[in-house]
């Protein structure tokens, strides 16, 4: 499956942003879809998961700030950021696994999208 995300930019601190991922050559509805984010120098890093039946999961400090959701007739991941901080600040990867473990490792996702961009000003 080829994972394309988009979405991101610069927002003031407070701001929202709505991230979405694309999915292609199959349907999503068999995986395990999840959000990461990087800064440079640092480890990619947990944000969120959806699981194939709809469960979410969050790193606490983006919890009752960050929605995550899928739509499988239209085959793509959603991510609403609201609250925004500058710790944010991140490229924002979509990825994807029918791996049933630690939906937090990133080395249990088999695909993943090219990355974008979030900018939070203070």
């Known amino acids: 499956v080829q994972l394309q995300a988009s979405g991101g930019g610069l927002v003031q601190a407070g701001g929202s942003l709505r991230l979405s991922c694309a999915a292609s050559?199959?349907?999503?509805?068999?995986?395990?879809m999840a959000w990461f984010r990087q800064t440079p120098g640092k480890e990619r890093e947990f944000v969120a998961t959806?699981?194939?039946?709809?469960?979410?999961g969050y790193i606490d400090s983006v919890k009752g700030r960050f929605t995550i959701s899928r739509d499988n007739a239209k085959n793509q991941v959603s991510l609403q950021m609201n609250s925004l901080k500058p710790e944010d600040t991140a490229v924002y990867y979509c990825?994807?696994?029918?791996?049933?473990?630690?939906?937090?490792?990133?080395?249990?996702?088999?695909?993943w999208g090219q990355g974008t961009q979030v900018t939070v000003s203070s």
């Open positions: 990825a994807a696994t029918t791996v049933v473990g630690s939906p937090t490792d990133p080395g249990q996702y088999w695909y």
């Open positions: 050559g199959r349907t999503i509805r068999p995986y395990n």
């Open positions: 959806i699981n194939k039946s709809g469960g979410p």
